[in-house]
């Protein structure tokens, strides 16, 4: 039997995840019959180069999906929340990579590793939440301890590269390290601060409650995604001068007894998850070493002596391929194998 082919969009192709999620198709070999690149009207005629064809980017309209069986998008919020469900209209189902409808009740959030059920609920409305880079690795991690132990609270602390924040960030903390060190002038466009040689405990918007949205958006998506609103989750962001790939201190109290070392063993055995942990050889998960691939590190397993059933880990993953383009086509491959 001949394999079925898709008519793909990525909606945000010139942006650091839509590249990725590009780059995420040909290395998965994704069976693609025609693949459309969108973005701003800034960005029409720029060419990216897709299995060795030159591509020219298209500007992303109401009409854009036409035709199309699977979006990808990751142009913002504002973006998916007017375009995705007009594409859906079309026929087209989207997979988004903003928080516009992560929270929606009708709207499956998903990470393939843990609740790759959800996706059925993708008839619905025709769209498909990506979950927010942190929020991702740690429900990776934590997934198969929620199920053998049962979380009753996460206390996670994250260290996050400046990837995340797109482009420019990227561009603004090479530019302010190459000044900094040169002794020369600089500016702060993207933070509201320098973030070169610096920590900012402030992703996204501040809320009324102090808290950042950031850590709001790992609270609630982490209850959705493991279909428990009783864990208890408190969370501080931080944004730090790394170019790729999230760091995250995690703290869980667990109802059953626990130990590191069973811990340990199941994690071993967990699907997307490498056990990076010999801390008397100096191995632990890095963000070096994490980004340019797409598992979860997981190392510093450590009880938690001043609790009853306490953990401690250090978890670490790329944040714009499994945080955000790896998951995004790893739910469009369930959708092309199972359901379309
Ligand atoms: P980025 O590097 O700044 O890229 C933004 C992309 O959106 C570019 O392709 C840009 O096109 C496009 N765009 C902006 N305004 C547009 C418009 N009016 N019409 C069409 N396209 C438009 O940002 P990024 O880091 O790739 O992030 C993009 C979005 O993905 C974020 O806003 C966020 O919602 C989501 N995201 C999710 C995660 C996650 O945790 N899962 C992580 C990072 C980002 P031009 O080049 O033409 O301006
Ligand atoms: O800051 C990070 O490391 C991840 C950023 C994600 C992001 C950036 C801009 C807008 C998001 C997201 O995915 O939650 C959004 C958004 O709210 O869509």
Redesign the pocket.
């Known amino acids: 039997m001949t394999e079925k082919k898709f008519n793909v969009a990525v ?8 590249n990725q999620m590009i780059s995420c198709l040909e290395e998965r070999n994704f069976p693609i019959n025609s693949i459309k690149l ?3 009207s ?2 029409v005629g720029r060419k990216i180069v897709y299995r060795g064809n030159s591509i020219a980017v298209e500007e ?1 309209k109401e009409n854009s999906f036409k035709g199309i069986d699977i979006a990808l998008f ?4 504002g ?1 998916s929340e007017k375009f995705a469900p007009l594409a859906a209209k079309d026929g087209c189902v989207v997979i988004d ?3 516009a409808w992560r929270m929606d009740p009708d709207v499956p959030l998903v990470v393939p590793e843990v609740n790759p059920h959800a996706v059925a609920q993708y008839t619905n409305k025709g769209i498909i939440a ?4 942190s929020t991702i690795q740690m429900v990776v991690a934590l997934y198969p301890l929620h199920q053998k132990y049962g979380i009753k609270r996460i206390v996670v602390s994250t260290y996050q590269a400046v990837s ?5 960030a990227v561009e603004e903390l090479d530019s302010q390290t190459r000044a900094i060190l040169n002794s020369k002038n600089y500016e702060s466009k993207v933070y509201p601060h320098t973030i070169a040689f610096n920590c900012l405990p402030h992703i996204d918007v501040f809320l009324e409650n102090g808290y950042t949205r950031e850590e709001t958006k790992m609270v609630y998506e982490t209850q959705k995604i493991l279909e428990d609103d009783t864990i208890g989750i408190t969370a501080t962001t931080v944004r730090v001068p790394v170019f790729y790939g999230h760091s995250e201190s995690i703290n869980i109290e667990a109802k059953k007894n626990i130990s590191a070392q069973e811990v340990k063993s199941v994690l071993k055995k967990t699907p997307g998850v490498k056990v990076v942990d010999d801390p008397k050889n100096n191995v632990y998960p890095l963000a070096i070493d994490a980004a340019g691939q797409d598992l979860t590190l997981v190392g510093r397993i450590r009880d938690d002596e001043s609790i009853e059933n306490g953990i401690n880990m250090w978890v670490v993953a790329d ?1 714009i391929r499994k ?2 383009a790896t998951n995004a086509v790893q739910i469009a491959e369930i959708l092309a194998k199972e359901y379309l």
């Not at 990751?74 to 919020?77: D, E, H, K, N, Q």
């Open positions: 909606a945000g192709a010139t942006g650091a995840v839509g969108l973005a701003s800034r960005s992303l990751s142009a913002g919020g973006i990579n903003s928080s990506n979950p927010n880079c995340g924040t797109g482009k420019k944040n945080g955000a």
